[in-house]
């Protein structure tokens, strides 16, 4: 009889985001004031966002409303804005901004196009005018687009032990029926295996499906606008849990007006990057249901 692996100590990074989930769990306030830290530092957070408020405004914001707390309340919340951006940066929730040239043929992607000005395939400028009656204007790029990294929202899925259970399902699915309910059960799956074998030995490495569409978000107007968000969804998980608005990944944000076309290849390349470095090198990955650290690597289907 084969003996079970022994239980590993979650690598520095599982345990940061585990003492993180803690502070979700320590109160702050009485009665129906009663909030978890976690949770008013996030609205908190989420009120410079809203409003664009500066550093220096919003923590005038924070500092009143510490006051409205007990003593040994104000010692568990942050004190400025460097302390409650550090604390919610380990969620894994962060994002990329990254310039666009304005007909879509070219990122600004890269040390190599850092000090670039203008599209070095169609010449149009990365900025839109300065202002002359301003001397210190920031130069506000023509269009961006907005990258979301998957990778820390893969392993949080085994940070879950309920979760990192359902991330194995396909090895236990059957597929005696005719009808294919789930990728598991289709010819590109088995072929798949069968050329990656190395791949397929490790049944928590994640496959993964990408689709988009195109879409106006400001509803029925006379004005055309299409935007373009790229989702990607884990097929690892049983078919009840793949599809849920939970487990499908927004990872990134293509802005309009117009569709991108065949130069989506370009805009892409955040995105094929990360693939790539998940599919060569993989991440260490802290699987919370066997309580083992891993390599985890991903396959695009």
Same mark, same amino acid.
């Given at each position: 009889?084969?003996?079970? @692996?022994?239980?590993?100590?979650?690598?520095?990074?599982?345990?940061?985001? !585990?003492?993180?989930? %803690?502070?979700?769990?320590?109160?702050?306030?009485?009665?129906?004031?009663?909030?978890?830290?976690?949770?008013?530092?996030?609205?908190?957070?989420?009120?410079?966002?809203? +409003?664009?408020?500066?550093?220096?405004?919003?923590?005038?914001?924070?500092?009143?409303?510490?006051?409205?707390?007990?003593?040994?309340?104000?010692?568990?919340?942050?004190?400025? #804005? !460097?302390?409650?951006?550090?604390?919610?940066?380990?969620?894994?929730?962060?994002?990329?901004?990254?310039?666009?040239?304005?007909?879509?043929?070219?990122? !600004? !992607?890269?040390?190599?196009?850092?000090?670039?000005?203008?599209?070095?395939?169609?010449?149009?400028?990365? +900025?839109? @005018?300065?202002?002359?009656?301003?001397?210190?204007?920031?130069?506000?790029?023509?269009?961006?687009?907005? +990258?979301?990294?998957?990778? /820390?929202?893969?392993?949080?899925?085994?940070?879950?032990?309920?979760?990192?259970?359902?991330?194995?399902? %396909?090895?236990?699915?059957?597929?005696?029926?005719?009808?294919?309910?789930?990728?598991?059960?289709?010819?590109?799956?088995?072929?798949?295996?069968?050329? +990656?074998?190395? #791949?397929?030995?490790?049944?928590?490495?994640?496959?993964?499906?990408?689709?988009?569409?195109? #879409?106006?978000?400001?509803?029925?107007?006379?004005?055309?606008?299409?935007?373009?968000?790229?989702?990607?969804?884990?097929?690892?998980? /049983?078919?009840?849990?793949?599809?849920?608005?939970? %487990?499908?990944?927004?990872?990134?944000?293509?802005?309009?007006?117009?569709?991108?076309?065949?130069?989506?290849?370009?805009?892409?390349?955040?995105?094929?990057?990360?693939?790539?470095?998940?599919?060569?090198?993989?991440?260490?990955?802290?699987?919370? #249901?066997?309580?083992?650290?891993?390599?985890?690597?991903?396959?695009?289907?």
């Amino acid at each position: 009889m084969a003996e079970e @692996p022994m239980a590993e100590e979650p690598n520095h990074k599982v345990r940061e985001f !585990y003492e993180l989930l %803690h502070t979700a769990e320590v109160h702050i306030g009485s009665g129906e004031q009663n909030v978890t830290v976690l949770s008013w530092m996030v609205e908190m957070l989420n009120m410079k966002t809203l +409003y664009n408020m500066s550093a220096a405004n919003w923590e005038m914001a924070l500092a009143l409303s510490r006051k409205l707390l007990s003593v040994e309340d104000q010692e568990k919340v942050p004190k400025d #804005f !460097y302390s409650a951006k550090k604390m919610v940066n380990v969620l894994g929730l962060g994002y990329k901004k990254i310039d666009v040239c304005i007909n879509d043929c070219f990122l !600004y !992607y890269g040390e190599q196009s850092k000090n670039l000005n203008a599209c070095p395939m169609c010449g149009e400028s990365r +900025y839109k @005018p300065r202002n002359m009656a301003v001397v210190r204007q920031k130069a506000v790029p023509r269009k961006s687009l907005w +990258y979301l990294p998957i990778t /820390p929202r893969l392993q949080r899925l085994y940070m879950s032990r309920k979760t990192a259970e359902h991330m194995t399902w %396909h090895l236990k699915c059957s597929d005696d029926s005719d009808e294919v309910i789930h990728p598991t059960g289709s010819q590109a799956w088995k072929h798949f295996d069968k050329t +990656y074998p190395t #791949f397929a030995q490790e049944p928590r490495n994640v496959r993964l499906g990408l689709c988009t569409d195109g #879409f106006n978000p400001f509803g029925p107007s006379r004005s055309a606008y299409s935007c373009w968000p790229i989702f990607l969804t884990v097929y690892n998980l /049983p078919p009840e849990l793949c599809m849920n608005s939970e %487990h499908i990944f927004l990872s990134m944000i293509i802005a309009g007006p117009k569709s991108p076309g065949k130069n989506i290849n370009v805009l892409l390349r955040p995105l094929i990057d990360e693939l790539n470095e998940l599919w060569t090198n993989g991440v260490e990955t802290y699987d919370s #249901f066997r309580k083992q650290n891993f390599i985890m690597k991903t396959a695009l289907l």
